[in-house]
């Protein structure tokens, strides 16, 4: 086990700050700046607006004073890493590529493993499911369009997004907590490798940059309360196969994964016992094909249906 880092300096952005350190912040931007103006020795809090004691509501403290040892005004402007708008009427007569193809194919059958009523990771369905962003949001809506962007409202891909009625925002801390204790009903994710056992390496490639796990190690940490999807291409852009009988990538997590959805086909994973069984696949793909681009043994069931 790695030894806890402590933090000699936390330097925290928040929306607004009274004269004694007590914090609000706004949003998304909650994330980890709660926990870590908590844990570290000095924390620096640069804030949007200054204002006098008593006018953040007590409730609206999210941070309070005693945690905080210096106030500074933000001087930079807010920055959006990836600005993504929702699009708008008028392209319906625009060719889609084949990657979009591809994408739409796997979304589609990737939404009808959600129900009415579920929370759900990083999911994609015209049903009503709340959507949960790990940076701290329950109840993601779609991207906004230009009058509604909003620069601290963000999912955990750094995007621009909306908040749908009843949605609710929270620190990283409450965001973990409700992933860990299994309240999340499905999470989708992506997958650089899987294994006939359910294994899943997705956060890196050795030798390449990488940007961390994120909160993959996490989603995929309680398999017995939170059903474990992948949605992903069938091969890799060389060529080579995704599924695998063994991963030789680093692992995100090990027999987590349940269903494995790809623009080709569905398989069902035994977790327990380990072993892939082809159930659907795609619109004029035949069985030869997925034994061609799979790296991993598998059973095909005498009932396959079709994906759409």
């Known amino acids: 086990m790695e030894r806890a880092i402590k933090a000699d300096v936390a330097i925290i952005r928040a929306h607004k700050v009274d004269e004694e350190g007590n914090v609000q912040f706004r949003y998304t931007t909650k994330a980890f700046g709660q926990v870590m103006g908590k844990a570290a020795k000095l924390t620096i809090v640069e804030a949007e607006q200054i204002v006098p004691v008593g006018e953040i509501h007590p409730d609206q403290v999210h941070l309070p004073g005693i945690y905080v040892n210096r106030i500074v005004p933000a001087k930079a402007e807010k920055v959006i890493e990836i600005r993504k708008l929702r699009e708008t009427a008028g392209k319906e007569g625009v060719e889609k590529s084949s990657g979009q193809l591809r994408r739409e194919r796997i979304a589609k059958r990737t939404a009808k493993e959600l129900k009415n009523g579920y929370y759900v990771n990083l999911g994609v369905a015209d049903s009503k499911v709340w959507i949960q962003s790990e940076n701290g949001l329950l109840g993601m809506g779609a991207y906004?369009?230009?009058?509604?962007?909003?620069?601290?409202?963000?999912?955990?891909?750094?995007?621009?997004?909306?908040?749908?009625?009843?949605?609710?925002?929270?620190?990283?801390?409450?965001?973990?907590?409700?992933?860990?204790?299994?309240?999340?009903?499905?999470?989708?994710?992506?997958?650089?490798?899987?294994?006939?056992?359910?294994?899943?390496?997705?956060?890196?490639?050795?030798?390449?940059?990488?940007?961390?796990?994120?909160?993959?190690?996490?989603?995929?940490?309680?398999?017995?309360?939170?059903?474990?999807?992948?949605?992903?291409?069938?091969?890799?852009?060389?060529?080579?196969?995704?599924?695998?009988?063994?991963?030789?990538?680093?692992?995100?997590?090990?027999?987590?994964?349940?269903?494995?959805?790809?623009?080709?086909?569905?398989?069902?994973?035994?977790r327990a016992k380990g072993g892939l069984t082809l159930t659907e696949l795609a619109e004029g793909v035949e069985v030869d094909e997925i034994k061609k681009k799979t790296g991993a043994k598998f059973a095909v069931s005498d009932n396959i249906k079709s994906m759409e």
């Open 144 to 270: 906004p369009t230009e009058d509604e962007i909003d620069a601290d409202i963000i999912n955990a891909g750094k995007e621009t997004v909306t908040i749908v009625p009843g949605g609710s925002t929270f620190d990283s801390a409450e965001s973990f907590a409700m992933i860990r204790g299994g309240h999340i009903d499905v999470s989708v994710l992506g997958a650089l490798e899987v294994s006939a056992n359910g294994d899943l390496a997705n956060f890196m490639i050795p030798g390449k940059v990488f940007k961390g796990m994120g909160g993959a190690m996490d989603l995929v940490g309680n398999p017995d309360q939170t059903k474990i999807v992948v949605a992903t291409d069938h091969v890799a852009k060389d060529g080579s196969p995704k599924i695998v009988e063994m991963c030789a990538l680093p692992l995100t997590g090990a027999r987590c994964v349940s269903t494995i959805i790809t623009d080709l086909c569905v398989f069902e994973v035994d």
